[in-house]
């Protein structure tokens, strides 16, 4: 069975400041590997994804990812934090040929001004 | 606009009451999911549909229903059966691939269902 690690409840950090929000999984098979960011009382949104080719992935709002296939780890990261930066992420690991997606248990971000 | 709806946005219910929480999609998905999260817990999956008038139970199905009639639509119904409902429920859905691919999921904006 596979399984998502983020060995951090929270994450403090300034304002312009890199971030990184880590991210660590176990699953037999090549992985889709995926972030998600949720603000309060919302829904998650879709940030980036990892299915194959170059390691080093980007997405919305300037966060990037890199996969690390001997590390088993997907760290979310972004070089210059925002205050707006400030919410809940979660990664999330597929098997292939799966649709079921396991999920972290979330890092909360904060970005001090 | 394509997307998620979910309605109501809260939910107040009383012991021993069954209530549904309504999710429609307009994005042609074939696969939808319904998702409980509770602080700190992470997401976890109550009910899961590749294709309509089927589903699968998730890890947490206990005092859980749900139904799959149409494409666009999965309602779940939280039952008296669920000793401990409170909580922010998440719908979501995604492209199947016929290759067995899998894409990421929309989600919806939840309903947040209370336990008076």
């Known amino acids: 069975a596979q399984s998502v690690a983020q060995p951090e409840d929270q994450v403090n950090v300034a304002e312009g400041n890199p971030l990184t929000v880590k991210c660590t999984y176990s699953v037999s098979g090549n992985p889709y590997l995926f972030w998600y960011v949720q603000y309060p009382n919302r829904g998650l949104q879709f940030l980036l994804k990892?299915?194959?080719?170059?390691?080093l992935v980007k997405g919305s709002y300037g966060f990037e990812a890199e996969f690390n296939k001997s590390q088993t780890s997907f760290h979310l990261k972004k070089p210059s934090a925002l205050v707006s930066d400030s919410a809940l992420y979660f990664c999330?690991?597929?098997?292939?040929?799966?649709?079921?997606?396991?999920f972290g248990r979330g890092t909360s971000l904060i970005v001090h001004p | 606009d394509g997307g998620i709806t979910q309605s109501p946005k809260y939910l107040f219910r009383k012991e021993g009451q069954n209530v549904t929480l309504s999710c429609e999609q307009n994005?042609?998905?074939?696969?939808m999911y319904w998702y409980r999260q509770d602080p700190g817990q992470g997401l976890r999956l109550i009910y899961y549909s590749q294709i309509v008038n089927d589903f699968q139970k998730g890890d947490i199905a206990e005092g859980y229903s749900v139904s799959r009639e149409k494409k666009e639509s999965f309602p779940l119904t939280v039952t008296s059966a669920q000793k401990n409902p409170t909580a922010f429920y998440l719908c979501?859905?995604?492209?199947?691939?016929?290759?067995?691919?899998?894409?990421?999921?929309?989600f919806g904006p939840g309903t947040r269902l209370t336990v008076l």
């Open positions: 994005l042609n998905h074939d696969a």
């Open positions: 990892y299915i194959t080719g170059d390691n």
């Open positions: 979501a859905s995604s492209i199947v691939f016929a290759s067995g691919a899998y894409n990421e999921q929309f």
């Open positions: 999330a690991v597929v098997p292939g040929g799966s649709y079921i997606p396991t």
